[in-house]
């Protein structure tokens, strides 16, 4: 009989989470030296509108551990129009984090 695997980790629905990396030589802060950095590319076709960020999850032991923090954001105006959609996502040789934004056709650094 088939049985569904439960993830470790829910990033919510039609966040079109497409980029992962791993805090590993990041000088972002104590706060974000073990863990995952997630670009959540965002929804075109729900509202609310989901995503549209990066985020933080932390990690204890390998584990995801704790609830997610946002990161970076910005992407939506207020009334609801993408000025950017966060997609590949890296960590730089100086620990900053690189961000690819496909409709702001840029590339995003995040340091300290």
Do not use: C
């Not at 995952?36 to 584990?63: C, E, M």
């Not at 609801?80 to 650094?109: E, S, T, Y």
Request: no cysteine.
């Amino acid at each position: 009989m088939a049985k569904a695997i439960s993830p470790d980790y829910a990033v919510g629905a039609h966040t079109g989470s497409l980029g992962l990396t791993f805090s590993t030589g990041a000088k972002l802060g104590e706060g974000l030296s073990h863990g995952a950095f997630v670009s959540q590319h965002g929804s075109w076709n729900r509202k609310p509108l989901s995503g549209y960020r990066v985020i933080f999850i932390p990690f204890n032991n390998d584990t995801p551990s704790g609830a997610p923090r946002e990161l970076l954001s910005g992407f939506l105006t207020e009334d609801g129009k993408a000025q950017g959609r966060p997609v590949g996502i890296a960590v730089d040789k100086r620990g900053g984090l690189l961000v690819a934004d496909d409709v702001g056709n840029a590339v995003w650094r995040v340091a300290q």
